[in-house]
């Protein structure tokens, strides 16, 4: 049974100070690596052939740390920056209670919720979906075909977008979907590459 092990990096510098981060590259927190840490423990046992990571720092530490916890530094890794995070605009570095304050809670809601409404010059989901399925589809899904086993360690809403397309889920149900910080997502496909089944670790 093909393996892929989805992870988003532990928590961020900024998501303990509840900012929008989007593409800036700020590094993990003391209880990020925590969950880094954490997320190597659970993936003992895992092998795999090869990793796929953004090249936002959070996320690459986040994949080195299980990496070298789980004993397997020296397999190929892929940085590209089709898997970092959704673009916030000029809404990056911002606190996000100052901002609901600043633009009001429905605006900011619907910013960071909608499926195609784009922040001031940002990435909606939507557009961060149409960056991330085509490198899914060219670069990462051939190795799930040949039954490889796989990690990707990438962020919120690049890992919310694929998940969408492996789960077929509609736009609104995305938008109800959260994946957390430093916890392993599990999927497993059948012979014909389609997934059959996902769990958390």
Do not use: C
């Not at 795999?48 to 990571?53: G, I, M, S, V």
């Not at 590209?80 to 996000?96: F, M, S, T, V």
Request: no cysteine; proline share 4%; aromatic share 8%.
């Amino acid at each position: 049974m093909t393996q892929l092990v989805l992870l988003r990096h532990g928590e961020s510098q900024w998501n303990l100070e509840n900012r929008f981060t989007g593409w800036v590259d700020v590094p993990l927190s003391a209880k990020g690596i925590d969950e880094a840490s954490s997320a190597g423990e659970k993936l003992k046992g895992y092998i795999f052939d090869r990793a796929f990571t953004s090249v936002l720092q959070r996320a690459i530490n986040t994949l080195n740390i299980v990496l070298d916890i789980t004993g397997q530094k020296n397999i190929p890794v892929e940085q590209d920056q089709a898997l970092n995070e959704r673009h916030y605009g000029d809404l990056q570095g911002l606190n996000k209670a100052e901002t609901a304050v600043k633009y009001g809670d429905a605006q900011v809601k619907i910013w960071r919720r909608s499926f195609d409404i784009q922040p001031p010059n940002g990435e909606s989901l939507k557009d961060t979906l149409a960056r991330v399925l085509p490198y899914w589809e060219k670069k990462i899904f051939p190795h799930v075909q040949k039954g490889e086993r796989l990690i990707i360690a990438a962020h919120g809403n690049s890992l919310r977008s694929l998940v969408m397309h492996l789960d077929n889920l509609t736009r609104e149900q995305v938008l109800e979907l959260n994946i957390p910080t430093g916890v392993p997502l599990v999927y497993e496909f059948d012979e014909t590459a389609k997934p059959v089944s996902h769990v958390y670790l």
